[in-house]
């Protein structure tokens, strides 16, 4: 089972930040909390992660609570092509790779 | 620098046959991850990759098996389709357990 919660819908105007929540209340000490999201049928692309540090990069800011029990997904200034689901997982990285568990994420829907 | 690719982007089979789908990783990666997506569901991890080995397992029956080549590149292998096996399957590759990169993914349908 995905260890995230999220909404499962917002709504945000063209130009606005859009803010996306995610709850992992059961984090541990080793995970990273990583965000992709999918458009219409495509692959999930991988937008930003981040460990305790906020992180911000060309796409999107990661703001993580001081708990790290919670953290949220800001895209600065959001477009039409921005419309998604996007997915909060929380993984520890290995050796050999992550496993990445996905939820249900939220559909994100960006509106003239 | 190519991502992550897959082949074929489509395809058809009819219940019973047998499909194998290949993956590509991005270049300088070594693991390869599986994952199949149901309409309206998010991926479900099938299979990893590592060392030419299966290094983990998610909750799929042994019908679906894979393979690692030298090269790193990968195949995803279905015996006996089953009408429920249709679905966007998902190739993912990473360098070790650095950040994870999805190719656009095998629609199969099975009639």
């Known amino acids: 089972d995905a260890k995230t919660t999220q909404p499962p819908s917002m709504d945000c105007a063209e130009g606005r930040a859009a803010n996306l929540p995610c709850n992992h209340s059961?984090?541990?000490?080793?995970?990273?909390v990583y965000w992709y999201r999918q458009i219409h049928s495509q692959g999930p692309q991988y937008i930003i992660h981040g460990l305790k540090n906020n992180e911000t990069n060309e796409m999107a800011s990661l703001i993580i609570t001081e708990d790290r029990k919670s953290s949220t997904l800001i895209l600065p200034h959001a477009t039409l092509r921005d419309t998604a689901v996007y997915y909060c997982?929380?993984?520890?990285?290995?050796?050999?790779?992550?496993?990445?568990?996905f939820g249900a994420g939220t559909i994100l829907r960006v509106k003239s | 620098d190519a991502g992550v690719t897959q082949s074929p982007t489509h395809l058809i089979k009819t219940r019973g046959q047998q499909v194998t789908l290949r993956c590509s990783p991005k270049?300088?990666?070594?693991?390869v991850s599986w994952y199949q997506q149901a309409l309206g569901q998010g991926p479900q991890f099938i299979f990893q990759?590592?060392?030419?080995?299966?290094?983990q397992r998610g909750n799929f029956p042994d019908r679906f098996s894979g393979h690692q080549f030298p090269n790193y590149s990968s195949e995803l292998n279905v015996n006996a389709l089953l009408l429920g096996d249709s679905a966007l399957y998902l190739c993912?590759?990473?360098?070790?357990?650095?950040?994870?990169?999805f190719g656009q993914g095998t629609r199969l349908t099975v009639v």
């Open positions: 990759y590592y060392e030419e080995e299966e290094r």
């Open positions: 997982i929380v993984s520890a990285g290995r050796e050999y790779g992550n496993k990445l568990v």
């Open positions: 993912a590759s990473s360098l070790g357990g650095q950040t994870m990169f």
């Open positions: 059961t984090i541990s000490g080793n995970e990273y």
């Open positions: 270049s300088g990666h070594d693991t």
